[in-house]
């Protein structure tokens, strides 16, 4: 089975724009999380998304936004950069059914500038 | 929330040496994962492991759920073993909390 995939790999955008972040999950995984991971504050949860739903948001503000398509193929869009934003974002999924362990991505690596 | 300790924050090994990694948390879990960042930023999948021992080749890993902590051993480790080892639980199927990661440096 072929394993979560991103896109894309690398990026590289300026205060103020906004990106999309692309995520595959595994084949017959409907559940897909985002993490996003900053050397300041460590690997922390943003969304969940179940069957084109949103069931989990962590506490960030409403600039990081996502969908999930009927595929389970899931979008996060961030809007309006800042610098602070330069991270490593990590795609997780899983089946939704036991055992619940989750398989990530090689994540999407995002600078700002 | 929870909270997610691994001790200790760098380990610096010789080739062929055992090494064991903590993870205590604050609350009872239904999931608890353990993961290898490599260079690339990818995080591996080790063990998914709420509660008893597994192995898996050079690794191992144990979790006492009523204790509230894990356990990750590693032996005879290689040079490629070296990165970062996060441990991460969950509960209820809500979201992965990460502790802050052991940094394990191997040399030849």
């Known amino acids: 089975k072929a394993g979560v995939t991103q896109t894309p790999r690398y990026l590289i955008k300026t205060r103020g724009q906004q990106v999309t972040l692309s995520c595959s999950p595994i084949s017959g995984h409907r559940s897909v999380s985002w993490y996003q991971q900053t050397p300041g504050q460590g690997l922390q949860f943003l969304f969940e998304?179940?069957?084109?739903?949103?069931?989990n948001k962590g506490n960030f503000p409403g600039r990081f936004s996502g969908r999930q398509f009927s595929n389970s193929r899931s979008e996060m869009n961030v809007s309006t950069l800042e610098l602070g934003d330069s991270a490593l974002y990590l795609c997780?999924?899983?089946?939704?059914?036991?055992?619940?362990?989750?398989?990530f991505g090689p994540g999407t690596r995002l600078t700002v500038t | 929330g929870i909270q997610v300790e691994q001790s200790p924050p760098d380990l610096i090994l010789q080739e062929g040496a055992n090494s064991t990694l903590r993870c205590n948390f604050s609350d009872s879990v239904n999931n608890l994962q353990w993961f290898h960042q490599n260079p690339w930023g990818q995080l591996i999948n080790l063990f998914y492991i709420p509660s008893g021992t597994k192995q898996n080749g050079r690794l191992s890993a144990t979790t006492v759920a009523t204790e509230r902590y894990s356990l990750l051993y590693i032996s005879s480790s290689q040079t490629t073993d070296s990165g970062v080892y996060f441990c991460a639980v969950e509960r209820n199927t809500d979201k992965l909390i990460f502790g802050t990661g052991t940094r394990l440096q191997v040399f030849p």
């Open positions: 997780a999924s899983r089946s939704g059914t036991p055992p619940y362990e989750q398989y």
């Open positions: 998304y179940f069957s084109e739903t949103q069931r």
